[in-house]
């Protein structure tokens, strides 16, 4: 398993992971490259056999990031592949001087959740009907030393 950031050759396989994790409304191509390209933005990821099966993205404003993206393929969750993104985005929020992180995840995501705990993020407050689906969001924070 190889463990590296973002380039813009990644966007499509990306975006092709996007879409199988995330059918009801997943970020394009160019919702991808616009957050990569930002300036703010930190992505990595995890390959097997040079196919990329894991990835994280969060955004930087000044002492505070927000994880936008998390997902890993299906055949290889629950093997600790979400759990190094996260490592990995944690410890580049630090690099960063970052105070605090930001999320949303929804309400019926249990293992999700269950993995943001374990990190240290605690639900602060839900966000009704925030997905398309009208779903509500769960909004959980990570305070940093």
Do not use: H
């Amino acid at each position: 398993m190889n463990g590296r950031v973002w380039t813009t050759e990644d966007l499509d396989a990306i975006a092709s992971l996007e879409a199988e994790c995330f059918p009801v409304e997943p970020w394009s191509r160019r919702m991808l490259a616009d957050s990569f390209l930002s300036g703010n933005f930190y992505g990595t990821l995890l390959e097997e056999g040079g196919t990329v099966v894991a990835y994280g993205g969060m955004s930087v404003v000044l002492d505070e990031a927000e994880i936008q993206l998390v997902a890993t393929a299906e055949m290889y969750r629950r093997c600790g592949r979400g759990g190094r993104i996260l490592e990995d985005l944690i410890e580049e929020a630090k690099r960063r001087k970052v105070k605090r992180i930001f999320l949303e995840v929804r309400v019926s995501n249990a293992a999700a959740q269950i993995l943001y705990l374990k990190y240290g993020f605690v639900g602060i407050y839900s966000r009704t009907r925030y997905y398309p689906d009208g779903e509500d969001a769960l909004v959980m924070k990570k305070e940093l030393d």
